[in-house]
Structure formats: structure tokens, C-alpha cells
């Protein structure tokens, strides 16, 4: 996710149904999927909010943040 966030993708939906996970020569690796709401930080913003709501971050769904206000930050996803 981080890697991803630092490139500029901001996958917006992270909850436990996007993360699979799997062993591998004794350990246990994750990957992060469903990218179908993700956006890349320099698009056009708008007041929308995706991502799955009891997921989501208090911070997104505050009056202001529907009306576009809060800014979309990496601690959000």
C-alpha cells in the first residue's frame, strides 16, 4: 500500500476483503487488491467519497469531507 501511495495511486478501499494473504518458504505474505476504486493523486478531485464505510476513516465522512473539504491524506485509506 505504502509503495503504491508514494507512486501517487491511492487505493481509497483498503479493508480486510482486499487483502489476500498467503504462506511462502515459511512466511506469510499479503497482497493488496481491487483497484477498481483507487484514483491517482494528481487527478481532478471531487467531493466523492469511495471505499467500503466501516472501513472508511471518521475523517472522510464529516460533513466537510463530503462537500470536499479534508483533504484525502495516506493515514485515510
Known amino acids: ?7 501517487g ?3 481509497r ?9 498467503y ?3 515459511g512466511r506469510f505474505m499479503s497482497v493488496l487488491s481491487d483497484f477498481d476504486l483507487s484514483s491517482i493523486k494528481d ?3 471531487g467531493p466523492e467519497r469511495t471505499g467500503t464505510v466501516p472501513f472508511m476513516s471518521l475523517h472522510l465522512l464529516v460533513p466537510e469531507a463530503i462537500v470536499g473539504q479534508v483533504e484525502h491524506v495516506y493515514y485515510h485509506d
Not at 500500500?1 to 507512486?7: D, L, T
Not at 478501499?13 to 494473504?21: A, I
Open 1 to 7: 500500500h505504502r509503495a503504491f501511495w508514494k507512486k
Open 13 to 21: 478501499n483498503v479493508s480486510p476483503s482486499n487483502v489476500m494473504g
Open 23 to 25: 504462506r511462502f518458504g
Open 43 to 45: 487527478a481532478p478531485k
Open 9 to 11: 495511486v491511492h487505493h
